[in-house]
């Protein structure tokens, strides 16, 4: 792992009721001592009350996605400024629940990078081939095109990072092996010194795709991994603190 603190962020999905409220502050006291900077994103519908509630922690909110205008006609959407309005200081983009299923392409990836930017927010931007890509051995020319199409030269200067999640990993229990991650981490991290310069070489780089307590030491200790995105694990405190814990 990279010098600065690991990123280990939560991705709630479509899962949290205010009743969970009380599983995130759960998460908030115990990685009160930890090096690692920890974020959840909860659906949009917890957001503010979350972020209140997170207050004074160490523990940070972040959105799940963002729309590229700043309001409007855009029925069901919400916009970057309205996520930090509500607490948010991350947002995760690009997911590939997005990519697949609502059919968003790089260069909406990137115009909801430029969004974020433009209301404070630090983005995550996930990238990941599909199980035929890897099979057909374009695993990492497609993986390392999504790095460039989806991350706007406005990021340069700008705290960011990129997440790397196998969509066949994804809520399967399946992992890449570690030379499989530290192959697609180094080819992420010359497309970011392409793209960026000096300042490629520090940016975070997580692994997501079912990370759980029982893999989650090995993977944050492989090369160029800077942290984790993490989808069902985040849910319950005692297995994402464990992830927490094994970043240390
Ligand atoms: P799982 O950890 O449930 O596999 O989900 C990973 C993910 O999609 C995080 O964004």
Not at 104 to 113: M, S, W
Not at 217 to 236: D, F, N
Request: glycine letters at 12%; aromatic letters at 4%.
């Amino acid at each position: 792992m990279t010098a600065r603190a690991p990123l280990i962020a939560g991705n709630w999905k479509m899962n949290g009721l205010r009743a969970s409220l009380a599983e995130a502050a759960a998460i908030a006291k115990g990685a009160e001592q930890s090096a690692a900077r920890v974020v959840i994103c909860p659906p949009a519908s917890l957001l503010h009350q979350m972020s209140e509630a997170l207050a004074g922690t160490r523990v940070l909110v972040g959105g799940q996605d963002a729309h590229w205008e700043e309001s409007g006609a855009f029925t069901g959407e919400v916009s970057a400024e309205m996520l930090a309005d509500a607490g948010a200081k991350l947002v995760i983009l690009g997911h590939s629940e997005r990519r697949t299923a609502r059919g968003e392409t790089d260069e909406v990836v990137a115009a909801k990078v430029r969004a974020a930017l433009r209301a404070g927010l630090e983005p995550i931007v996930c990238v990941g081939e599909t199980l035929g890509e890897r099979q057909a051995g374009q695993a990492l020319a497609v993986v390392t095109g999504q790095v460039r199409g989806s991350l706007p030269a406005e990021l340069a200067g700008r705290a960011f990072s990129v997440a790397y999640e196998p969509v066949w990993a994804i809520g399967t229990g399946l992992t890449p092996t570690t030379a499989e991650i530290e192959e697609m981490h180094r080819a992420i991290r010359a497309s970011l010194v392409e793209l960026f310069g000096a300042a490629g070489a520090d940016t975070p780089i997580l692994y997501g795709g079912s990370v759980k307590p029982s893999n989650a030491r090995e993977i944050l200790h492989a090369a160029e991994v800077g942290g984790a995105l993490v989808g069902g694990a985040s849910l319950k405190a005692v297995d994402f603190l464990a992830i927490v814990e094994a970043a240390a």
